[in-house]
Structures are given as structure tokens and as C-alpha cells.
């Protein structure tokens, strides 16, 4: 398809002029000055509109309901409940113009399965980068997800079992959490011991995976970062010598900021963890300032599914990161050409570019003036097809 007369943000900035896009099957094909010329039938006339990548939420649990306490929810569904849970939640991405998503948990490995339905064209739905289950210790963070270690070599295998079932990034649970279970973890908890988290790291590169871990308490994010750990999700406590070592050693953050404060405000969150997430949430400001200063890599994550945050989400991440000292431009990229870096996909998608997967979104208006505007989308490409026409 040609797309005609578009200004192009191109996963990092917006590009100066209205240009021409055209796409074969499922790739950009070219990017090239609009001549000037109108669209002619069977093409699509952007009318000077905005076109931009497909966004990318890296942080998601597709098996969570995102009702009142879905952990909950999960253990008391059967198996083949939960699997058409994740079905059902993952149908709804593409309507709202989220073509890629990372999911970091779901019990019996349900996203890796539903990922592999939707490449074989079972459903329509997002890109799905999917841990499947996470590693945790025995008794640590979301066990109705994890697969339980205890010393390097149980650590070893779980690595290589999560691989062997196909998931595009490793998980670990590497401090307690603000929600998943009322007692038994408290977040500056650190759940991994080094030599795990070495054997970890060490596997999944030798296996070309990145590793990814939930770790809130500063010592917990400090034994990662030790570990040489690819990226940390929520990093309330991260500390200025931190946000330095990120930045100088590719460590990339996603800082899931919109959950916590969603987490004290709704009255209907599990009173544990609303009490815990007010604890951490006045730290979560500056730890995304300092990784701002520093230069970090920053990602967007939603963590759908959560405590009454049903799919999908990243639209309100989006806005609630203007609260953090981010400026829109640099929150589009995050969503963007910064996701993409993190899951290792750069150039593939989170780019308007030749080469790149077809998975585009046009609007009428400049979102970096105004983000909301995402939520009136003209249209959604999905691997190179109209997943959603609002013309």
C-alpha cells in the first residue's frame, strides 16, 4: 500500500517535511518526500496527517484479568481458563494502536503459546515478546508464574527450559513486590543471590536472550546491575552511581510508573498493596529523573492486568509519564524506537524506516504537541494489514 502526504515520527524524532510511504507485504518498502502528488484510487491519503510506529508496551501480563486482585483470579481458574484469558486480552491491543507488547509472566507459559498462534495466523493480534514463566526463589515475587530456583544450577535449567519453549526474553523476580501475594516479601527484599543471577545472565547470552527483572529495593537493584542484567522494570530505588552504571553499560529501565500511583489511588487495590505502593511511589519521580540526566535507555510498560487496569494500558502510562519530567517527544520514543532497543528488535519494529515491519499508526494531529490524540487513531497497520480503519 502507498500512504500519501504524512509527517513521519520516526521512532525518535519527527522528521522535518510530508513525505510518501509505501509498504510490500509486510515491510516499509520506501519512505520518500511527498512529490506532491494526491493520492490516486487505492491509495491511502494521510491528508497531512501524523504517521508513527506501531507503539510497543514492554511490560504486560496478558493472563491477568485486571479486575480487583487477578493473582487471585488465576489460582482459582482452571488452566484452559487462563489460557483463553489471554486470548481475550490479547485481542484488544490492536484497536488501540499497541502492535508489540513483552509480557513478563503468565502461569503455564500462555503468552508464549498465544504468540505462536498469532505468527501462525490463528489470530490477529500484537507482536507478543514473552517470557512465559519467570525465575524466582522458592517463596519469592508472583510464584503462581514463576518456576521456583534454588542455586545456580536449578537456575541453569530453568533458563534453558524457558528457551527451549521459545520465549524472547528471560524474567527473574529479583526483590519483593508491592502486589502478587498479601505476606512473605517485602519490596527492598533481594530474592536472588548472585551466583543465580550470574548463571542466569550468562545462559540466556550464550542462548542470544535478554534478561529482564522486576527489582524495586535499591540492593536488589544493585545485584542485577553486578550480574551485567539487560534492563530493570519499576526501579523505585534506583540511585544516582546507578542510573551512571545504566547509562555507561547499556542497561536499559522501564519504569511502569503509571501502575503505582493507579495502585494508591484506586480504592479497590488489596489494601497490602496500596499501603506499599505509597511507600515506594515518592521514589519513583526521581529514579526516572536521574535516568533522564544520565542518559539511560527508558522504556514504556504498563503492567496491564495489574489491580483494576484491564487491557489496555500503555495509553495511560504514556500520560502519566509527562508527570515525570519526561517531555513527549522523549515519551513517543520510549514507546517507540527505545522499546524496540530493548527487546533486541532494532530496525525491525519501533521505526518508520525501509526494512522495518509494516506496523504503523496514522492520526490527524501532531501527538508530540498533544499525546492524547493516540487515543483517536485514523488507522492501525499490523504487519503490513489494516487492522482498524477510523477514516
Not at 528471560?170 to 550470574?198: N, P, Q
Not at 540466556?204 to 534478561?211: T, Y
Not at 544516582?240 to 522501564?254: C, K, L, S, T
Not at 519526561?326 to 521505526?351: D, F, H, M, P, R
Amino acid at each position: 500500500m502507498r500512504i500519501r502526504k504524512v509527517h513521519v515520527f520516526d521512532g525518535q524524532k519527527l522528521c522535518e517535511g510530508l513525505f510518501d510511504v509505501v509498504t510490500e507485504q509486510n515491510r516499509i518498502a520506501a519512505v520518500t518526500p511527498w512529490d506532491g502528488t494526491p493520492a490516486a484510487q487505492g491509495e491511502i491519503d494521510g491528508n497531512g496527517g501524523y504517521l508513527l510506529p506501531g507503539l510497543i508496551d514492554l511490560h504486560v501480563h496478558l493472563t491477568w484479568d485486571g479486575l480487583v486482585d487477578p493473582a487471585m483470579d488465576i489460582w482459582h481458574r482452571s488452566k484452559e481458563e487462563n489460557l483463553l484469558e489471554t486470548v481475550a486480552n490479547t485481542l484488544k491491543y490492536l484497536q488501540a494502536g499497541v502492535t508489540s507488547v513483552r509480557d513478563l509472566g503468565s502461569p503455564d507459559d500462555d503468552c508464549i503459546h498465544v504468540g505462536q498462534a498469532i505468527r501462525r495466523g490463528w489470530l490477529a493480534g500484537p507482536r507478543i515478546f514473552g517470557s512465559g514463566q519467570s525465575i524466582i526463589m522458592t517463596g519469592g515475587h508472583d510464584p503462581f508464574h514463576g518456576i521456583p530456583v534454588d542455586g545456580p544450577w536449578e537456575a541453569l535449567k530453568a533458563v534453558r527450559t524457558q528457551v527451549m519453549k521459545g520465549c524472547a526474553v528471560i524474567k527473574v523476580s529479583a526483590t519483593g513486590g508491592v502486589y502478587g501475594r498479601e505476606e512473605g516479601e517485602a519490596v527492598d527484599d533481594t530474592e536472588l543471590r548472585k551466583e543465580e543471577l550470574e548463571m542466569i545472565m550468562d545462559e540466556a547470552h550464550r542462548r542470544h536472550v535478554p534478561v529482564t527483572a522486576h527489582a524495586i529495593g535499591e540492593q536488589g537493584i544493585r545485584a542485577c546491575l553486578e550480574a551485567g542484567i539487560d534492563c530493570i522494570e519499576h526501579g523505585q530505588y534506583i540511585q544516582e552511581d546507578m542510573a551512571q552504571f545504566m547509562a555507561q553499560h547499556g542497561v536499559a529501565f522501564v519504569p511502569t510508573f503509571y501502575i503505582y500511583k493507579h495502585l494508591t489511588e484506586d480504592p479497590n487495590t488489596p489494601e497490602y498493596a496500596r499501603e506499599k505502593a505509597s511507600r515506594v511511589l515518592e521514589h519513583h519521580k526521581n529514579a526516572v529523573r536521574l535516568a533522564k540526566q544520565y542518559g539511560v535507555t527508558i522504556g514504556t510498560g504498563s503492567d496491564a492486568g495489574s489491580p483494576n487496569t484491564p487491557h489496555p494500558a500503555l495509553q495511560e502510562e504514556l500520560e502519566a509519564l509527562t508527570e515525570s519530567g519526561l517531555t513527549n517527544s522523549e515519551i513517543l520514543a520510549a514507546a517507540t524506537g527505545n522499546a524496540a532497543k530493548i527487546l533486541w528488535q532494532e530496525g525491525k519494529v519501533g521505526t518508520v524506516a525501509p526494512g522495518a515491519f509494516a506496523d504503523l499508526l496514522l492520526v490527524d494531529a501532531d501527538p508530540i504537541a498533544d499525546l492524547t490524540v493516540l487515543r483517536k487513531l485514523r488507522m492501525v497497520i499490523a504487519n503490513g494489514e489494516i487492522a482498524a480503519d477510523n477514516r
